[in-house]
């Protein structure tokens, strides 16, 4: 059953149609990890682990990445593109003291005293989803010169995370912000406990549509923090990374050899 006029369908059929003699330009490679291509514009990669692995402080070294030339972080980029150096992190779980450790954290890593202006962070834990969702498309309406937009976390831009159709509905808003205002949307999600997956039907349909999932995990005795990749949609998947914090700085090292899950899956 057509729910739409004929004529509306018809005109978005025309505006879908491939055209002959059309090249498109070149793909925007954004996040490369251990010098692999992993996210580009206009597609979505998802972070996961589980609670307290590490996410965050990968997330502060990529974004770290971003913001400094010096950063400790070596072996991930995120290499925004000249003429739209702005990126920015909408953060839906962290208290306002954890908010604001987390900044501090990305100066520590990207070894600056103040953040650049092209960088923005909201803390939006008070906002309910839709307001969320809302709030992140104004903000890329304003921001045309943003490539870069972290969700941390994505389970509070959905309702139901075990519900098939929210689930489907929010990777199709997905879809359409990255298509919609050209950038490269980075997304964070729990394991869960018991089988290790990525959490509930939203797990199971980011694991189906994101560009590539990194898992990041942690050894509990010597506290390295291991990123390894998880679903990647090309056959490039980089070597197991790994940062521990040593002697009050964070520094990359070789990931423990005993450690089951460093190995390539």
């Known amino acids: 059953m057509i729910n739409k006029s004929i004529t509306e369908i018809n005109d978005r059929l025309l505006l879908r149609h491939y055209k002959r003699d059309y090249v498109p330009a070149k793909e925007d490679v954004v996040l490369v990890i251990g010098g692999k291509k992993c996210g580009t514009l206009q597609n979505f990669v998802t972070f996961t682990g589980h609670a307290k692995s ?15 030339f010096d950063a400790k972080i070596r072996s991930i980029d995120l290499v925004l593109p000249e003429k739209r150096r702005k990126l920015c992190l909408f953060d839906t779980e ?5 908010f604001y450790a ?12 103040v953040l650049p202006e092209r960088f923005n962070a909201f803390a939006v834990r008070e906002d309910d989803t839709d307001v969320i969702k809302q709030m992140i498309e104004v903000y890329l309406i ?52 018991k089988d290790n997956n990525t959490l509930g039907h939203l797990g199971s349909a980011l694991d189906r549509y994101s560009q590539s999932v990194v898992e990041i995990s942690k050894d509990v005795e010597s506290g390295t923090m291991i990123m390894q990749p998880r679903l990647m949609r090309s056959d490039l998947e980089f070597d197991t990374l790994a940062i521990t914090y040593r002697s009050g700085d964070y520094v990359e090292c070789l990931p423990p050899a005993i450690l089951p899950n460093t190995k390539k899956r």
């Open 54 to 68: 590490g996410k965050s402080t990968y997330l502060a070294g990529t974004i770290a990445r971003a913001l400094s």
């Open 94 to 98: 962290q208290s306002e003291h954890d």
């Open 102 to 113: 987390s900044l501090d954290k990305i100066k520590r890593m990207a070894c600056i005293d």
């Open 142 to 193: 304003n921001n045309p010169d943003c490539s870069v937009l972290i969700i941390d976390g994505l389970l509070d831009c959905i309702d139901n995370f075990n519900d098939e159709k929210e689930s489907k509905k929010l990777i199709q808003w997905l879809k359409y912000i990255t298509k919609k205002y050209n950038v490269l949307v980075i997304g964070v999600i729990h394991l869960t406990k």
